[in-house]
């Protein structure tokens, strides 16, 4: 496998807020185009525009109106539709994914045409906080459609969107992955717009030429002499010993996530500076997972006052989901924002 380049790879596509069902029009419309022009075949494509609408049928149904859906190309290529709403939640999800269930008086065939319908799909919910307490509660849906079905980035998740949305986007991830390991350099150009994407657009290669995450980083270095220079941090995960590795240098946030324990979240401080600068020597900070764990780093334009309580049970679902869903509440709209969200565990890959 190639180096994957966040800024080629991942991309939001489309957003659509969903206050009637007749919202659902438009995105139907671009998604279909869309899944049109990648390859996608008819048969997924008319699967995709049901699966719109029940997602939109949910927003306006249980959460009066009170949210939106998302059309994201990501690696593969693969689309993913991710609704998100600020109702009641749903009180049992299981049941709300099998056919029959409705508390609408519906004929309740929506979350089980979802599970039906896509390739993958995952959901998170929250039940509102008794007074004075107040967080975001509602609903997080992700419909996932594989354009090729031999391929797929495995047990990774990814957010990445510029300023505004305006067409350049300086945060940058880089992904190498195979069935030992995976290797990703996250960076954050300096700024926002054109000469902040040029400055990480080249750094995929040291990926390759660096042999650790201090390595990567100072191949990174010397890429980024000549340009305004970034923030970065470069990680490791060995799959067959749930291990990783990181090392970065300036204001990107990693988190590490025991699954096992998944109040127990600890959060990596990195050497001060800037890439292509001036910085301190980044050292290799090194964790062991007993069976399963996640890691998750993000750039400046994502908030970190967050844990393990603000989402409660959300550590267990999708990476992807779990990337959308931060990235969404947590995102500064100040700023580019990216995330990556990825979990390793004794079981994966390599035995």
């Avoid at 690696?75 to 056919?99: K, Q, R, S, V």
Wanted: aromatic letters at 8%.
């Amino acid at each position: 496998m190639s180096v994957i380049s966040s800024h080629d790879a991942t991309q939001l596509l489309h957003e659509t807020r969903v206050e009637r069902e007749s919202d659902a029009v438009g995105l139907r419309a671009r998604l279909l185009s869309v899944a049109e022009r990648i390859g996608f075949p008819e048969f997924q494509r008319h699967n995709m525009a049901l699966v719109a609408s029940e997602l939109a049928s949910n927003i306006v149904k249980h959460a009066e109106g009170r949210g939106f859906i998302q059309v994201w190309q990501q690696p593969g290529p693969t689309l993913d539709l991710f609704a998100l709403d600020h109702g009641p939640g749903i009180a049992n999800l299981d049941a709300a994914m099998a056919d029959g269930y409705s508390t609408a008086k519906t004929l309740g065939k929506g979350l089980g045409s979802v599970v039906r319908l896509s390739n993958h799909c995952d959901f998170f919910t929250r039940l509102p906080n008794p007074p004075p307490v107040r967080k975001w509660h509602g609903t997080a849906a992700l419909a996932r459609f594989y354009h090729r079905a031999d391929w797929r980035l495995d047990d990774v998740g990814i957010y990445s969107r510029s300023l505004a949305d305006e067409r350049y986007n300086g945060d940058r991830i880089f992904i190498f992955q195979d069935r030992v390991c995976m290797r990703w350099l996250h960076a954050d150009g300096l700024g926002s717009g054109q000469m902040a994407q040029e400055a990480t657009a080249p750094l995929g290669g040291a990926l390759l030429t660096g042999e650790s995450p201090v390595g990567v980083l100072k191949a990174a270095d010397d890429q980024l002499k000549k340009s305004r220079g970034a923030v970065a941090l470069a990680g490791e995960l060995r799959y067959g010993k749930s291990t990783v590795e990181i090392a970065g240098v300036g204001d990107l946030h990693a988190h590490l996530i025991d699954l096992d324990d998944p109040d127990n979240k600890e959060q990596l401080v990195f050497a001060p500076g800037t890439l292509g600068r001036e910085f301190k020597q980044p050292r290799e900070q090194r964790r062991w997972f007993i069976r399963r764990g996640m890691v998750i780093t993000a750039s400046d334009g994502v908030r970190r006052n967050w844990d393990a309580g603000t989402f409660p049970g959300l550590f267990y679902r999708d990476p992807q989901l779990i990337a959308y869903l931060l990235g969404n509440i947590m995102g500064r709209m100040s700023d580019d924002q990216s995330l990556l969200v990825a979990t390793v565990g004794a079981d994966q890959k390599e035995q």
